[in-house]
């Protein structure tokens, strides 16, 4: 599960994930990012686009060769299904795997879930993160492997 929740996102990570599900906007996808910071947890959860967590100078989106954000379109996550038994919604996303990561670029703290609600303009101020994940590893031209919790990354009960 996550670490935190944006406050930009309190409430709403379940809805925009449905969204991503329904392709409702068409172009709505996730966005994995990971980055490297020494900023606190409570100064990131205060940020309300990927934008903002860049331009912190505490943060950086990580730079290693091998590394690439990953986007997960509606075939890419599990269907959105209520949990009606244990009265919750839990969102899953597949493993993520980034092959053959360098180390020259450094280490990894944490990766990012982020909505964006139009793939193709291509702003980051336009990405609101969801949830933050410590996401501690140092590449060393190895594969990276993001192991999502059996029960998902986020849970709305």
């Known amino acids: ?26 172009n709505a996808v996730l966005v994995i990012v990971a980055i490297l910071t020494t900023a606190t947890d409570d100064t990131l959860k205060d940020m309300d686009t990927l934008a903002a967590i860049e331009a912190d100078g505490n943060t950086a989106e990580v730079a290693n060769a091998g590394y690439a954000r990953k986007v997960l379109t509606d075939s890419d996550i599990v269907a959105f299904a209520p949990d009606d038994t244990n009265n919750r919604v839990d969102l899953d996303i597949p493993d993520q795997t980034w092959t053959g990561v360098a180390a020259a670029g450094g280490a990894w703290s944490d990766l990012i879930i982020c909505y964006d609600p139009d793939s193709t303009g291509g702003a980051d101020s336009a990405i609101e993160p969801l949830t933050m994940h410590d996401f501690i590893i140092t590449p060393d031209g190895s594969d990276i492997l993001a192991q999502i919790n059996a029960a998902g990354f986020y849970r709305a009960s």
């Open 1 to 26: 599960m996550a670490d935190q929740i944006f406050n930009a996102a309190l409430g709403r990570v379940a809805e925009l994930y449905r969204r991503v599900d329904v392709s409702d906007p068409a």
